[in-house]
């Protein structure tokens, strides 16, 4: 049996954005999992809620956690753990090249640092096997030294815990709505686009879901969904119903690459600033909402349709990206 610790305390609200739905002609609803978990909050906290859990059955004293040096993921699994009296080991991977050193310094990285997290470093952005490797090869540094570790991994090698947590998603929305027509998500490791998409269909929905390439090529995302689908099936019985045509990605804000900001990103970000006076960050919402905009103005998303754009988080990344920002307005 999964065990689950509960990090989201209550259902995040799901908001209606109204001078946007105004706007695009259709029922722009937004789903704030900004809000979700403690320091800055996000989408990660609910994917953590059953890794964590399985940590304290299995009587870790020390967390492990690799992801990209403004990792949101590993952020807040430091915050967690400390609120569990346990060590967290924070595994930072080169994914973005060519960044000045506040990037390595501030936000998501300054925030981990504050929460007394280990700091690790791990020179391959794409490998992901080899990032569980070193966090595998720390781990039996700990156990060695009598300690307990827990790794969380992120290769595909391992049973998708986390997107368990949208799974719950999926049903809370439902709970707080009569489901939507339309759902838009960032897609990059996967957990969070294939959780909310089986919750949906295991619900008894039949709504689209849209995921927004945040990391690499729909040509390579689609089948990764896929794979995560099926891994889930054995965690969650009823992600059997998804099939393939299910499983939508799109990419044509990905470029110029993670987290990275194109045209549609940047669009993205002040339009959801200066009509609703909500932010989004640089590496997945601005993407996600961009995608938004993008099938509304093309008429994939229909004038008049109900739409819940998940609002992942990840706004402490905003400060790394100062520079950038600064010239954008």
Request: aromatic share 6%; glycine share 10%; charged share 20%.
């Amino acid at each position: 049996m999964v065990q689950e610790l509960q990090i989201v305390a209550d259902p995040t609200p799901l908001v209606k954005a109204a001078r946007l739905s105004q706007e695009l002609g259709v029922e722009l609803y937004i789903k704030r999992d900004d809000l979700a978990g403690p320091t800055f909050g996000g989408n990660k906290s609910r994917q953590l809620e059953y890794y964590f859990g399985d940590a304290l059955a299995n009587q870790a004293d020390t967390i492990l956690i690799t992801g990209a040096v403004q990792s949101n993921f590993a952020r807040l699994a430091a915050a967690i753990a400390k609120t569990q009296g346990m060590h967290a080991i924070v595994q930072l991977e080169e994914r973005v090249a060519d960044k000045p050193e506040l990037y390595r310094t501030s936000g998501n990285v300054l925030l981990s640092s504050l929460l007394g997290a280990e700091i690790m470093s791990y020179p391959d952005g794409e490998d992901e096997a080899g990032a569980d490797a070193a966090l595998q090869a720390r781990a039996a540094e700990l156990q060695k030294a009598g300690r307990t570790p827990y790794v969380i991994h992120l290769s595909e090698d391992h049973p998708p815990l986390g997107a368990l947590g949208y799974v719950d998603a999926a049903h809370e929305i439902m709970a707080q709505s009569h489901d939507f027509d339309t759902y838009v998500v960032a897609s990059g490791s996967g957990s969070t686009h294939a959780g909310l998409l089986a919750g949906l269909r295991g619900a008894g929905s039949a709504a689209k879901v849209i995921g927004s390439c945040v990391r690499r090529g729909a040509e390579a995302q689609g089948p990764r969904i896929r794979r995560i689908i099926n891994r889930l099936t054995h965690l969650y019985p009823e992600a059997a119903n998804v099939t393939d045509g299910d499983i939508i990605v799109w990419d044509d804000a990905l470029a110029p690459g993670y987290g990275k900001l194109g045209p549609k990103s940047k669009d993205a970000m002040l339009r959801m600033a200066r009509t609703e006076g909500l932010h989004l960050d640089p590496v997945y919402t601005a993407k996600s909402f961009a995608a938004v905009l993008a099938h509304v103005e093309s008429g994939a998303i229909p004038s008049g349709s109900r739409v819940c754009f998940v609002h992942t988080g990840g706004l402490a990344a905003l400060f790394a990206y100062h520079h950038e920002l600064a010239n954008l307005i």
